[in-house]
């Protein structure tokens, strides 16, 4: 059984940062990518930035420049620093492990409220 447990999110205003971790545990495979979604209110669920085992990584066009995902191998833990946070970023951030390019064949964490006020 894979477990992940996020943390970071909270109230930020905009312009702001925030530091998202996700850990994760039980029988993990080495070639899972981990990767960071979110969820706005009514709105479709959107991938904001994935990092493969060896280090490559994609951003979703919106986040691109401001947001920055890293990952900790040896502990099995995925960041997201996210910068110069507008309105439009706040959502439910949700973490992930899964086959690359495959999200929804993956595990998914319980979701991070982040929102940013104006």
């Known amino acids: 059984q894979v477990q992940l447990v996020e943390s970071g999110g909270g109230l930020v205003q905009a312009g702001g940062s925030l530091r998202l971790s996700c850990a994760a545990s039980?029988?993990?495979?080495?070639?899972?990518?981990m990767g960071w979604y979110r969820q706005a209110l009514g709105k479709q669920r959107e991938s904001v930035a994935v990092?493969?085992?060896?280090?490559?990584?994609a951003y979703g066009d919106s986040v691109k420049g401001r947001f920055t995902i890293s990952r900790d191998n040896p502990n099995n833990t995925v960041y997201l620093q996210m910068n110069t946070l507008k309105p439009e970023d706040t959502a439910v951030y949700y973490c992930?492990?899964?086959?690359?390019?495959?999200?929804?064949?993956?595990?998914w964490g319980q979701g991070t409220q982040v929102t940013v006020s104006s």
């Open positions: 992930a492990l899964h086959p690359p390019g495959w999200p929804d064949r993956g595990y």
């Open positions: 039980g029988s993990i495979f080495s070639i899972n990518a």
């Open positions: 990092i493969t085992n060896g280090g490559m990584t």
